[in-house]
């Protein structure tokens, strides 16, 4: 049996009732209210930065990975953004042979765009590393970035 296929329009449409859900449910939670709050003022103004932040997932760009040369210590570089705001973002170091070298979370630099993960093993074959980005909003929406070394 296969499944039936869901068009775009339908797709769209489910994403937009549960950007509704996050929405209604913002308002309701005081901790998330208050987030949001803190840069936008009125419920309803609340209410639609929430429900835009669901619809939009963060952004990852300009991934720096030039000076890494496999040392712990080394610091390696991204740009996230988001519509609202970037919660976190992580890295994966991973082998050419899949296995995980190393992972963590990157702090946020002054500048709010720059995220700045510090590595934390030595890697004696950098060369083939893949490092995995991912950003996390608010909502929860997750944007990954791939670069091979």
């Not at 775009?8 to 859900?21: E, I």
């Not at 929405?23 to 929430?50: C, F, M, Q, W």
């Not at 083939?128 to 950003?135: D, K």
Request: glycine share 4%; hydrophobic share 40%.
């Amino acid at each position: 049996m296969t499944k039936p296929c869901i068009s775009a329009q339908m797709q769209n449409r489910q994403r937009f009732a549960q950007a509704v859900l996050y929405a209604k449910n913002s308002l309701a939670d005081p901790a998330v209210l208050e987030t949001y709050a803190a840069i936008i003022h009125g419920k309803e103004r609340v209410y639609i930065a929430a429900l835009k932040d669901y619809l939009q997932a963060p952004k990852l760009f300009n991934l720096q990975t030039d000076s890494y040369t496999g040392k712990a210590g080394q610091p390696i570089r991204v740009q996230a953004m988001d519509n609202f705001r970037v919660v976190t973002v992580e890295f994966k170091l991973i082998a050419n042979d899949g296995t995980l070298l190393e992972c963590g979370r990157a702090l946020q630099s002054e500048n709010g765009f720059d995220w700045i993960y510090t590595t934390l093993a030595s890697n004696p074959q950098p060369e083939g590393t893949t490092v995995l980005v991912s950003a996390m909003d608010l909502p929860r929406n997750n944007t990954e970035l791939a670069q091979v070394l």
